[in-house]
């Protein structure tokens, strides 16, 4: 596409949208800018059109035809859909689901008992320490110092990964 036939046809292309845009429903802008794609893709694939203005009218009649016909089928909700709350939303599911995998595969590189200890405690039966203790084969009272210990070195294996993000 040369630069004087965008040149000539800007001021048209111009006026038409804006003539055709209000009944279509859609912006001048918009309208234009899909019109000057439909130009490009027609340059590339057949050359220029033989009559550019003549083109040019009846693409902008035609994209503002079929933005017509789309605005028509298309119905605005009036509530949001059904699980669109953050809990259901696929986007946030899929994050929520990363962040337990690189939860889970940091407790796996813990060392010595740590992965058993923090298995227990992000356990969903909700164990007590009382119960985490006789499962482990510790004291109760050395389980607070341990889950600390554990949990420091957990910082440290996700903290390269949480600034990565």
């Known amino acids: ?28 802008g918009d309208l234009e800018q899909t019109v000057w794609l439909r130009l490009l893709e027609r340059v590339e694939a057949d050359g220029p059109p033989a009559d550019p203005h003549r083109w040019l009218r ?6 503002a035809r079929r933005i017509r016909r789309t605005t028509r089928h ?13 809990e259901h939303d696929p986007e946030q599911l899929a ?11 940091a407790v796996g590189r ?7 200890l923090m298995e227990a405690l992000l356990s ?16 109760q009272g050395s389980l607070g110092p341990e889950r600390s210990r554990c949990l420091g070195c957990l ?5 390269p990964e949480v600034a990565a993000r």
Not at 2 to 28: F, K, Q, R, W
Not at 58 to 63: D, K
Not at 95 to 105: E, M, S
């Open 155 to 159: 910082r440290r294996l996700l903290t």
């Open 58 to 63: 009846r693409a902008v009649r035609t994209e």
């Open 74 to 86: 298309e119905r605005p909700y009036d509530t949001e859909p059904a699980g669109a709350d953050a």
């Open 95 to 105: 994050l929520a689901a990363a962040r337990h995998r690189a939860l889970r595969d």
């Open 124 to 139: 969903p039966r909700d164990l007590t320490y009382r119960e985490i203790a006789g499962e482990l084969g510790i004291s």
């Open 1 to 28: 596409m040369t630069h004087d036939l965008v040149t000539s046809l800007s001021p048209l292309l111009t006026a038409e949208a804006a003539a055709e845009a209000p009944a279509s429903g859609a912006e001048p």
């Open 110 to 116: 813990l060392p010595g008992r740590c992965p058993r």
